[in-house]
């Protein structure tokens, strides 16, 4: 059974850091390529970071940039998203994507609010 499983959401102040983390279950992690989106109250979803299956490729959304790093571990088939310097417009619900050539597998959300 595929399972992509976020965490690490939470309430968090302006200019506090958060780590998500994704989990995944159910198929061949290593070589996918992974991501990270957000959508906003009211917004379309985004893009936020993405990252190769070596590593060699990653690409972040503009304001994310210095601020987020996203990374893998694939020997515990895991994404996670280092968030730093969070600002009340990153909050969101955070969502996990793992694509491998064919397949495009979703998680269901984990929720980042950013207020004081």
């Known amino acids: 059974q595929v399972q992509l499983v976020e965490s690490g959401g939470g309430l968090v102040q302006p200019g506090g850091s958060l780590r998500l983390s994704c989990a995944a279950s159910?198929?061949?992690?290593?070589?996918?390529?992974v991501a990270w989106y957000r959508q906003a109250p009211g917004k379309e979803r985004e893009s936020v970071a993405h990252l190769g299956h070596t590593e060699d490729y990653t690409n972040y959304e503009e304001s994310a940039k210095g601020r987020f790093t996203i990374s893998r571990d694939n020997a515990k088939s895991t994404v996670y998203l280092q968030m730093n310097n969070l600002k009340p417009e990153d909050t969101a619900v955070y969502y996990c994507?793992?694509?491998?050539?064919?397949?495009?597998?979703w998680g269901k959300g984990t929720v980042v609010t950013i207020s004081s």
């Open positions: 159910g198929f061949t992690f290593g070589e996918t390529v």
């Open positions: 994507r793992v694509a491998g050539l064919d397949f495009d597998y």
